[in-house]
């Protein structure tokens, strides 16, 4: 089973727009059009059984709706193999009765991104959310490190997410971007520390750009292989996860330059074999 932690899709109805707006901010060429539908083909496509999707509040407005939206594409999970997590802002003052709710409704885990959500990751409310999650049992995927959308904010720097989990300590966290995007050569000294996972995505191949002029500069978007390994020793084959974060780079491309890092059973077990253990399903 090859499943793939780290995707995003969009309701046809804004679908256009939003990719619109997010590919021209950053100048990426994507590889799907945002639907589920456009994820779905992917899927075939890549030979990928099960997409994590992981939704994102931005506003603590939005979280509603992202979450009313989440538990209606679950519904159909057994014939789209699309899972979708959850939202929280931490600005939800009610966060635990939201948790809750999305407990008992099955959902798996929930996504947070202190860059786009604008609160730092050691900030008391985020670590404040993130125990009570920990604490019910979810899954916890965060940003982390930089964003090519907001080149110089650090909501999400590695040296927080470290505070951070060095106060709460959370069972089941999933560090995006190989632990700390643009800042990979500090992460496998932070991971040593701690009990985490990590995922693949955005981070083993170069993204396609539409103008190479308007990005930061190539180290900066591509770990080094030297960097990724250093990485993956630290953390361990058992707690890596395979993702591409599609529509932004291809499923089918992500999947193939894995092989460069693993080998046998470690490559089964980042394809799939750690994401099914960790999802339950």
Do not use: C
């Not at 979450?67 to 789209?80: C, G, H, I, P, Y």
């Not at 959370?170 to 932070?190: R, T």
């Amino acid at each position: 089973m090859i499943i793939d932690f780290h995707t995003h899709s969009f309701p046809e109805s804004i679908s256009k727009r939003v990719m619109s707006t997010l590919s021209g901010s950053v100048n990426l060429n994507p590889f799907t059009d945002g639907t589920y539908l456009g994820l779905r083909r992917s899927m075939v496509l890549a030979g990928v059984d099960v997409s994590v999707v992981l939704p994102i509040a931005t506003t603590k407005e939005q979280t509603k709706t992202i979450n009313k939206v989440a538990l209606e594409k679950n519904r159909d999970f057994s014939e789209t193999g699309i899972l979708s997590f959850g939202s929280v802002h931490p600005d939800n003052k009610d966060y635990r009765t939201i948790l809750k709710d999305l407990k008992e409704q099955g959902v798996k885990g929930i996504k947070v991104h202190p860059v786009f959500q604008n609160v730092p990751i050691d900030d008391t409310r985020f670590m404040d959310l993130i125990y009570e999650a920990s604490a019910q049992g979810f899954v916890i995927v965060t940003h982390a490190g930089n964003d090519i959308s907001y080149p110089g904010r650090d909501e999400a720097s590695i040296h927080r997410i470290d505070r951070m989990l060095t106060e709460v300590k959370p069972d089941k966290m999933v560090l995006a971007h190989m632990g700390g995007f643009g800042e990979w050569a500090e992460v496998a000294d932070i991971l040593n520390k701690h009990r985490v996972y990590i995922d693949t995505s955005f981070s083993l191949l170069k993204p396609d750009y539409s103008d190479e002029k308007h990005v930061w500069k190539e180290e900066k978007v591509r770990i080094s292989r030297d960097i990724a390994i250093d990485i993956i020793r630290a953390v361990g084959t058992n707690r890596i996860l395979f993702g591409s974060d599609s529509p932004w780079l291809s499923q089918r491309d992500s999947i193939k330059v894995l092989s460069d890092y693993f080998r046998g059973d470690g490559l089964s077990k980042v394809l799939g074999i750690n994401a099914k253990m960790l999802l339950g399903i």
